[in-house]
């Protein structure tokens, strides 16, 4: 077929055959997954740049697989928002976090990620505050992250859903800022807490002026609102050092920790200074 001057989608390639099997594959083995609850939050810490301390921890799903080995959110998580399991998955992560965080010191708060999808369901603030209930675990400690499709979605469920969290307490963090298709006067329509500065502007920092002007201009954004700043993916030292220079309050990175397993995280706080 190579050669014929034409181009066309061609549906059988081998490779694709493949491609849609395994696909298939793993959206039942995720269905399989959730019954079973074997997908579990670990916990990748944010730290004040201040004081150098962990103030909380961003949980992140973790899948381990007996077929597949590990596979990972951006693989899965899209699979589930297509499927709507993402639903069911998110309640449950949500339930284990909870029950997870009660063991932690108090003054931590839990990040959770909840898909755009969710929050086309106007029971959604209903359902997370009846986790919360049930776990015992207080409102104010858990801060949701919201990428910026959620803000553009026309039907206003979005900002019912997250109004009412608002209301009971939690806060709302946009989460890879920059990286969407929000306006600013559409996002900041939406009551914020946080903007997460995303990785990508971050892990540019020591080779690209741009990145550099990007990130200051976010600061000001962040700095002019009453918004705390977060930079995701900090790998390296310069790059630390270069927000702390420009009034960064917090950072989340290799640097300081990747995503543990909730076992795991009595070591971190043993490796910090003066507890
Ligand atoms: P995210 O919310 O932007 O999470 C940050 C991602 O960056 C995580 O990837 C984290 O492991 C990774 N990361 C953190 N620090 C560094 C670093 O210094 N260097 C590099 N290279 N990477 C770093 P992960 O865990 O693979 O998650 C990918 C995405 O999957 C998340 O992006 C989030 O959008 C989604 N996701 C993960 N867990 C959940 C969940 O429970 N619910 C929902 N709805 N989405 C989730
Ligand atoms: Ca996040
Ligand atoms: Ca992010
Ligand atoms: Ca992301």
Not at 235 to 258: K, P, T
């Amino acid at each position: 077929a190579q050669g014929d001057g034409r181009s066309c989608v061609r549906f059988f390639e081998p490779e694709m055959d493949m491609h849609v099997e395994r696909r298939i594959e793993i959206e039942r083995e995720l269905r399989s997954a959730i019954t079973a609850d074997i997908i579990e939050p670990h916990y990748q810490p944010f730290v004040s740049l201040k004081s150098n301390c962990i103030i909380g921890f961003e949980a992140l799903a973790r899948w381990e697989n007996r077929t597949f080995g590990h596979i990972p959110p951006d693989l899965f998580i899209p699979i589930a928002e297509e499927t709507g399991l993402i639903n069911a998955l998110g309640n449950q992560l949500l339930r284990r976090a909870c029950f997870d965080a009660n063991t932690w010191p108090e003054m931590f708060t839990l990040a959770f990620n909840i898909s755009p999808i969710q929050l086309r369901d106007p029971a959604l603030g209903q359902r997370i505050l009846s986790i919360l209930g049930q776990t015992g675990f207080s409102p104010s400690r858990l801060e949701i992250e919201i990428t910026e499709s959620a803000f553009v979605e026309k039907t206003g469920v979005a900002k019912t859903v997250m109004d009412e969290l608002r209301q009971a307490g939690v806060r709302i963090a946009l989460d890879d800022f920059g990286t969407g298709y929000a306006t600013l006067s559409q996002l900041l329509s939406f009551r914020l807490d946080k903007i997460k500065i995303d990785r990508s502007f971050v892990s540019h920092l020591d080779d690209s002026t741009d990145s550099q002007v990007i990130v200051r201009a976010i600061l000001g954004i962040a700095n002019g609102f009453g918004l705390t700043a977060t930079a995701e993916g900090v790998e390296d030292a310069g790059q630390l050092a270069y927000l702390v220079a420009n009034g960064c309050a917090e950072g989340q990175g290799s640097l300081f920790s990747d995503a543990v397993p909730a076992a795991g995280i009595p070591a971190l706080l043993s490796r910090e200074p003066g507890r």
